[in-house]
């Protein structure tokens, strides 16, 4: 009985992949909080191509995630990914004439863009991965969790009168000469933000996909800024690309404390491998849940890496096998650690955990 279940299941093929989010992020308050990079040449303008993971809710106003935001002294910016209150992605691009260009809606006035429109709403509290591209010929594409959701063409060309500091978590701008000279820091972030990357190319559609599903690559082509957050503390903020383009916490990155800082927060949550209906033990209903989220009506697990009982990395029909094997063959490989006692994930991988009530 044993052997036939587990050839039904073998004859079965099916993997599924999901990225999230573990070691560490960065917690933004929505009023004042922000990461700094000093200004450098490598940032990209015209072309390029913006990731971040990011958790948040709707809020009362725009809420930049990263930006090049207005200069000093020409009053431009080139480039911002925000969430608008409603809760939908959304980007802004300013030219050398002052003209400001939202997508996939207008804004300030200007026509309706020629643009798609999909689901680009990404304030439900859940972890979500936005990408935005622009090409050499003005394509713009806004991706969510590696879909392209809006393609927009003809699109405003990006102004590179611009000198400002990038900025995640908020941007800089005010209506008309800023007060003193100074752009001040607006669009403050509510939420978690992890991983925000730029590159000074458009990535494709393919490769955005990697990135969503395996993370960035430091050493890809046209990378010019990745900020992994997994330091966990400190005042620094390391680019992990060729560029170097470190930057700090807050206004200063030589004041600690200094209340413009987000706050480092870690993502581990302590589980334990196999059981993945989370009810507190190893069962037959474990196998049965990792069944029913591959091919039935069964929800998302609130923790993956609970039902990744071969610790391979993804979900997917061999680990209903080593569910089922472990229970029933004493002569299987043990089942890999947290196992059988709570513990963080040793490994690491694509998947998460945002819950596991046994554990405490």
Not at 36 to 49: I, L, M, R
Not at 102 to 120: A, D, E, K, R
């Given at each position: 009985m044993?052997?036939?279940a ?15 989010q573990?070691?560490?992020?960065l917690?933004?308050?929505g ?22 993971w990011?958790?948040?809710?709707p ?27 409603d ?10 004439s ?6 996939p ?8 863009p ?10 439900d509290?859940?972890?979500h ?11 713009l594409?806004?991706y ?10 003809q ?23 800023p007060p ?7 669009w403050?972030?509510?939420g ?35 900020w992994?957050?997994d330091?966990g ?5 390391l ?33 334990r ?29 609130p923790?993956r ?24 063959d004493?002569?299987?490989?043990p089942?890999p ?14 998947l ?9």
């Amino acid at each position: 009985m044993k052997i036939a279940a587990l050839a039904i299941l073998g004859m079965l093929i099916f993997a599924s992949t999901s990225s999230a989010q573990t070691g560490s992020a960065l917690s933004f308050d929505g009023s004042d909080d922000r990461v700094t990079v000093p200004y450098d040449s490598s940032f990209p303008t015209d072309v390029f191509t913006i990731t971040a993971w990011i958790k948040t809710l709707p809020s009362m106003g725009r809420a930049a995630i990263i930006a090049r935001g207005e200069d000093d002294n020409s009053f431009n910016l080139s480039w911002q990914a925000y969430v608008q209150p409603d809760g939908t992605l959304r980007v802004m691009l300013e030219d050398q004439s002052d003209t400001n260009f939202c997508y996939p809606f207008s804004c300030m006035g200007q026509p309706q863009p020629t643009c798609t429109f999909g689901n680009l709403f990404v304030a439900d509290d859940l972890w979500h991965h936005i990408a935005i591209t622009r090409d050499a010929i003005g394509n713009l594409v806004l991706y969510v969790d590696g879909q392209a959701e809006s393609t927009c063409t003809q699109t405003g060309v990006p102004s590179s009168n611009n000198f400002q500091s990038l900025t995640i978590g908020c941007t800089h701008g005010t209506i008309g000469p800023p007060p003193g000279g100074v752009e001040p820091p607006i669009w403050f972030f509510p939420g978690l933000i992890d991983e925000p990357a730029m590159w000074n190319v458009a990535l494709t559609a393919g490769e955005v996909s990697t990135v969503f599903e395996s993370g960035v690559d430091p050493d890809g082509a046209g990378l010019v800024g990745y900020w992994d957050f997994d330091a966990g503390s400190g005042q620094q903020v390391l680019d992990l690309s060729v560029a170097a383009n470190h930057g700090f916490l807050g206004a200063d990155g030589d004041v600690a404390g200094d209340p413009a800082d987000p706050q480092w927060v870690s993502l581990a949550v302590e589980f334990r491998r196999a059981d993945c209906n989370a009810d507190g033990q190893t069962d037959i209903a474990d196998a049965i849940s990792v069944l029913n989220y591959l091919f039935g009506a069964g929800g998302e697990p609130p923790c993956r890496d609970a039902c990744d009982i071969n610790d391979d990395g993804t979900l997917d029909i061999s680990d209903a096998i080593s569910s089922l094997a472990d229970l029933f063959d004493p002569t299987f490989p043990p089942v890999p650690p947290p196992h059988p006692g709570c513990g963080a994930d040793p490994t690491s991988d694509g998947l998460n955990c945002s819950t596991f009530p046994p554990c405490p």
